[in-house]
Nanobody
Framework: QVQLVESGGGLVQAGGSLRLSCVASGRFSRSYAMGWFRQAPGKEREFVAGINWSGTNTDSADSVKGRFTISRDNGMNTVYLQMNSLKPEDTATYYC??????????????????WGQGTQVTVSS
């Protein structure tokens, strides 16, 4: 079983920055693709950013392009989400996910097998 633990969420003013971290443990392999998703109250979960196993290929949702950056440190089994120029509409619970059966970049949430508990991000206007 894979454990994913997110941290770094909090309350920030619009225009501010946060960096989320996700540490993987258990039966985790560095060959897994990783991703970040978010879910706001009353809304469906949505893809935020994804990264392949080596960190050489990334993608992000149009709503966060140019503001959020995903990266990973395989030596530390950690994936990061650097969030800049935050907006109130970025307020959500952010989840880290691992795709056990693919090393390539994954966008669809159905292909992720392991999920963290989430970390709350609140952006005030």
């Amino acid at each position: 079983q894979v454990q994913l633990v997110e941290s770094g969420g909090g309350l920030v003013q619009a225009g501010g920055s946060l960096r989320l971290s996700c540490v993987a443990s258990g039966r985790f392999s560095r060959s897994y693709a990783m991703g970040w998703f978010r879910q706001a109250p009353g809304k469906e979960r949505e893809f935020v950013a994804g990264i392949n196993w080596s960190g050489t290929n990334t993608d992000s949702a149009d709503s966060v392009k140019g503001r959020f950056t995903i990266s990973r440190d395989n030596g530390m089994n950690t994936v990061y989400l650097q969030m800049n120029s935050l907006k109130p509409e970025d307020t959500a619970t952010y989840y880290c996910a691992a795709a056990q059966y693919t090393a390539a970049l994954v966008v669809a949430d159905q292909r992720y097998d392991n999920w963290g508990q989430g970390t709350q991000v609140t952006v005030s206007s």
